[in-house]
């Protein structure tokens, strides 16, 4: 995955940019996310799942935040099965 924000560098963590909005982003914009998952902690369905559960408890996580959240995960997992099938 690439950063969102400057198309440039990798992404090194999923981002709340705005309370309904979930990027993937870098380095190039330090203090601008409201929330953030390093990628590192995001590695698995099982690490998903429980940042899922944690967020849940967040009251600014919501309906749109966790579609949008989710929306990234499958991003994820996609990127994953690719990286499991590619020789
Ligand atoms: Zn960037």
Redesign the pocket.
């Known amino acids: 995955m690439k ?1 969102e ?5 990798p992404a090194t963590r999923l981002a709340c940019m705005l309370y309904d909005t979930w990027k993937w ?5 330090p203090g601008k996310e409201l929330y953030y998952i390093p990628l590192d902690q995001l590695k698995n369905q099982k690490d998903a799942t429980r940042w899922y559960h944690h967020l849940r408890e967040k009251v600014w996580f919501g309906p749109v935040s966790q579609s949008s959240f989710l929306t990234k995960l499958d991003d994820l997992q996609r990127r994953l099965s690719e990286q499991i099938v590619a020789p």
Do not use: D, I, M, S
Not at 25 to 29: D, F, N, P, S, W
């Open positions: 950063c924000l400057c198309k440039a560098e982003t870098g380095y190039c914009r």
